[in-house]
Structure formats: C-alpha cells, structure tokens
C-alpha cells in the first residue's frame, strides 16, 4: 500500500514553465575567420547533429557574438570537440569576446588553416570537423546555422578499439543547462540498436 | 626532446572524411499522437537545443518514420528525457516500428495527454517538454522539426539542490554515435562561466 503511493508521488510532475531542459547538451567550440583572416573561438552548447546525409550539424549563436559576423561573411566554420583536459579553455572562449581580447594567443591554441573550409580548426582539441553553411534559419535570440560536414578529422592517436570506442579516448565534455556545470562522460550502460531488442521479442 | 616528439605524434590528424561526429549527442524520446489519437515516441540523438527565447529544441527524423507524419499532421510533440533506469525502453522506442507494434503497450509505459500541445507525453520519464512545431527544414535523409517549448515538466521529486544538481537527479542517457553505446553522466569536472575566467584574468 505505501509502495503504491511512494509510486504515486514519484510520478507526479511539477511545471518549471516554457524552459529548454534538454540533458545532455555538448559543448562545441566554433572557429571562424574574420574579414582580415583573424581566428576566433566561442563555445556553443545550443547545438547537435541534424541530418545523416548530407552528414550536418547545426549550431545556434546570438547575433550580438564576433562569430555570428564570421559566419555570415565567411560562410564557413570549424566544429572543435574539446577534451576534459581543455575544460578552462573551452569554457574561456565561451565568457570572453573577440572584441575584447585575441583568444588564441590569451590560450596559446594553434589555429590551423582547414583543408577544405574558409575557417579556423583548434590543433589541440582531439575532434574538428569543417563544415560549409548550407543554411542559416532565423529563430529570435539566436540564429541556427546549418552546416555541412566537408570533412571530420581526429587526433592520430585514436584508434578504433572494440575495449575502448571512440569517446572514452576524446573524454568530451558535457553541458549541464540551468545548474551550468561541465560533467565528464561516465560509465558505459548498453549496447545501442541492441539492448531493446529484450522489450522486442517479449511476448504479452 | 622525445616529448616534443611524443607531443608532435599526439597533434597529428588523420581525416575520416565526411561525418557527424559530435560527442555526446542527447538521447531524446520523441512523442506524438497519429490521425486516430494512439500515441507513439520513437527515440532520437540527431537534436538539441536550438534557441533561447523564444524557447526552442530542434530534432531530426526521416521521413520513412511513422513519426514524421504524425508530426506533420499535428504540429506537436513532446521531449522525453529518460534516466538510465529506462535504457532498455528508450533504446526499444528506437529499433521497434508504430507500424508494426503498439510501443506503449510492449513497454507498459505511460502516454499522458498533454496540457497544452496534442501530444502524448511519457509519464516515467523524469523530464517532458510540451513542443508546438514552428519550423521544419528539409536537409536530405532527415528532416528538422523546431519545436518551441510551451511547457517543461520535471517529477515532483526533483528539487533544486545546491550540493546535487538537477542533471545528477535525472540521471540522462548519453549516446555516442559511431561505437553507438549508451553512457551515463560522469563526474562533475568544473562550474561553467567560471572556470574561465583563470585564462581571462590572466596577463600575457
């Protein structure tokens, strides 16, 4: 009886009002050139992947960022994935501005020149993709900009490995909105496209 | 001088061409009602936040999805955040069909009519988001819906608390793709919009 209503209580729900609660959020650093080939660098946690193929990421930035100039002459951007070990940079290029201060030299990051996009990639962080702008969407505070992914690279030293996959090698960050903490990836729980299969077969 | 080697190895990048690799992406349970009013979610990483004000989330489907048409039929959907606890029905929700299967009488889960959109939102789940679509972008294999947020929803139990913060009470999924596992949130590595401030303060 007091199980049954334990129960009651925990799947009571309050409304927290017209808010983004979405967990987890990726923190993704933007680079851009600006008009005289200045790198730049902002961390932008309003972001993901939006269409397979073309392979596309979309990220979201205010109007009122150095970047958001970049992008719209530029038409072209990096995404960089940083590791645990850059949280002070990755969050430093999220609080300051371009219009303040160089945030390359501030960090001592290598800007590098992408292969195929107009933009900037950070030589540190373990994942950069460049991608083109393929459409850019309105939507109040900010502006989502679509990219297509032109091409992902990784650091050399990460390895496909079936003990050890991809992300437990970079060690991404993740963005906690509304308690605004940065959080490490934790344990593996399940396999994906695998362990649903037991709800599948289940005969009722 | 061999850590300067060991350094230069570590800096190396190898492509892998044209690819969406973004770590982590979110795992979101997406729910809508069909012409007949049954109730479906499907699960989706390929989404995100995508603007502060007005509130917007943004998810990706394809078109062959039993959601797609709901969606366009209905211009409304929730976001279902599920903690770990339910793994095995978030991963369900994304390898089964609605075509084939009643998805929540296979997972016993609860589908509530929402209180301001028409959608259903799932009861279990710790956090819900009540979406009115706002946009939709075709960008190739996926399409884009931009919801905006009329209401989120979080189980009563959930309290703001300063020494466990929201995201740790929820517990959320993380899915990488590529290896496509499931991981839980790690540690909590540093306070955002803080952190920072060590490279901003800093002279050069």
Redesign the interface.
């Known amino acids: 009886m007091s199980t049954d209503n334990n129960l009651e209580?925990?799947?009571?729900?309050?409304?927290?009002?017209?808010?983004?609660?979405?967990?987890?959020?990726?923190v993704?650093v933007v680079c851009t050139y600006d008009n005289e080939g200045n790198p730049n660098a902002m961390t932008a946690?309003?972001?993901?992947?939006?269409?397979?193929?073309?392979?596309?990421?979309?990220i979201?930035l205010r109007k009122a960022t150095y970047s958001y100039s970049n992008l719209m002459l530029k038409k072209a951007f990096t995404?960089n994935?940083p590791s645990?070990n850059y949280?002070?940079?990755?969050?430093?290029?999220?609080?300051?501005s371009r219009n303040k201060?160089d945030k390359f030299?501030?960090?001592g990051l290598?800007a590098v020149k992408s292969?195929i996009v107009d933009a900037p990639y950070i030589?540190?962080f373990p994942?950069?993709?460049e991608c083109k702008v393929i459409?850019i969407?309105e939507?109040?505070?900010?502006t989502?900009f679509?990219g297509?992914?032109?091409?992902?690279?990784?650091?050399?030293?990460i390895q496909e490995k079936v003990d050890q996959?991809?992300?437990e090698q970079?060690k991404?960050?993740?963005?906690?909105?509304?308690?605004?903490?940065?959080?490490?990836?934790?344990?593996?729980?399940?396999?994906?496209?695998?362990?649903?299969?037991?709800?599948?077969g289940?005969m009722?």
């Open positions: 209580v925990k799947l009571m729900k309050k409304s927290l009002g017209a808010k983004t609660l979405v967990y987890p959020t990726p993704l946690a309003w972001g993901g992947i939006c269409c397979s193929s073309p392979p596309c990421v979309a979201s995404i994935i645990e949280v002070k940079e990755a969050d430093y290029f999220g609080i300051a201060e030299a501030k960090t290598s292969d030589r540190e994942v950069n993709l459409q969407i939507l109040g505070l900010h989502q679509i297509e992914v032109m091409d992902a690279k990784i650091d050399e030293t996959p991809i992300i970079i991404p960050l993740i963005f906690a909105p509304d308690s605004r903490n940065y959080y490490a990836v934790g344990n593996q729980i399940a396999q994906a496209f695998s362990i649903g299969n037991e709800i599948k289940k009722f």
